[in-house]
């Protein structure tokens, strides 16, 4: 008898103490998140349209826009984390020093956080459940020093479940949200679940991207349409949503992000780099107009 109440006031004396640990966390959270000034989550409805390349893109423009050494990329997806292949910083740990841990620094100054990091190789599959995802996120978040910055991109995990949603509940006074979608009606359909679930969140939506939006033929210099275009224009206006831009299909994206280039720094005369720096350009507006709605 004795013996199952020693037990229930150990259990009780855990609890309290891994709920204080917690309220300690998401009080340095807070803390480290007041000193970023834009917090913006980019999300899909479903993986592969090119969400973590446009992350990269537009946190590369960002900085190329005039922000240098004030933008960071917090990698959430941390069963599939590719930023640091895609800016070719795999190779590259998570710096602890006796005053704290500190993110990679990437090109143009972009501070980077992924559980890619953190990982002994590229094979290495995470094989964690939804509590302790969510326990690393804090952490990256309440733990690692990312200073002051400007701008903090968060590639998101593809999809409208659980993981991302928790994830954008993480994070204080978030700017918004920036989708992208491919131009497919398939994708279409997805992406309408994405503004939706923003609109839950009553998470503001800066637009919508069409990624993978036509292809020109580099032999013949026709345009192809391969999932077709204009679908991302259509559901935006279908939905009442802004439309941020078309990034054309293009080899050289492809065999930058596989070789760790940034695209936007290795092709900037590229349509497709255009468009990048035109979507900073409306987020910047955006941001500025929701500024002066404030004040
Ligand atoms: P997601 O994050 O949505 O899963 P990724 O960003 O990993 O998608 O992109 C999937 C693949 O498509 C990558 O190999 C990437 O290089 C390629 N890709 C993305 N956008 C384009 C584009 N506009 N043109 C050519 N390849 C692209």
Not at 96 to 123: A, N, W
Not at 199 to 206: A, E, T
Request: hydrophobic residues 40%; glycine residues 8%.
């Amino acid at each position: 008898m004795r013996k199952k109440s020693n037990q229930t006031t150990k259990t009780s004396t855990n609890q309290v103490k891994s709920r204080e640990t917690l309220q300690l966390q998401m009080k340095k959270l807070r803390e480290n998140m007041k000193k970023i000034d834009h917090k913006v989550a980019v999300i899909s409805g479903k993986g592969g349209v090119g969400k973590s390349t446009v992350t990269v893109n537009l946190a590369m423009a960002f900085a190329l826009h005039g922000y240098a050494n004030s933008v960071g990329i917090l990698d959430a997806d941390i069963t599939g984390p590719c930023i640091p292949k895609m800016l070719a910083l795999k190779d590259r740990q998570i710096q602890s020093t006796s005053e704290g841990l500190y993110p990679v620094v990437g090109p143009l100054g972009i501070r980077v956080v992924s559980m890619g990091f953190l990982l002994p190789s590229d094979e290495t599959p995470v094989i964690w459940r939804g509590p302790l995802k969510m326990s690393a996120i804090r952490q990256f978040l309440s733990d690692i020093a990312w200073g002051e910055l400007k701008f903090l991109l968060i590639d998101l995990p593809p999809g409208t479940g659980d993981e991302p949603l928790s994830i954008m509940q993480l994070i204080p006074e978030m700017d918004g949200v920036v989708i992208v979608t491919i131009p497919s009606e398939v994708s279409q359909v997805v992406v309408k679940k994405a503004v939706t679930f923003s609109r839950k969140l009553k998470m503001p939506i800066f637009g919508i991207i069409e990624n993978m939006s036509g292809f020109i033929c580099p032999e013949c210099g026709k345009k192809i349409n391969i999932f077709k275009t204009g679908g991302g224009e259509k559901i935006a206006q279908e939905l009442n949503t802004p439309f941020l831009g078309k990034i054309p299909i293009d080899p050289e994206i492809c065999s930058d992000s596989d070789s760790g280039k940034p695209f936007i720094m290795n092709h900037p005369d590229s349509p497709s780099s255009k468009a990048f720096m035109e979507i900073v350009q409306k987020i910047e507006t955006s941001l500025k107009k929701k500024a002066e709605v404030k004040r």
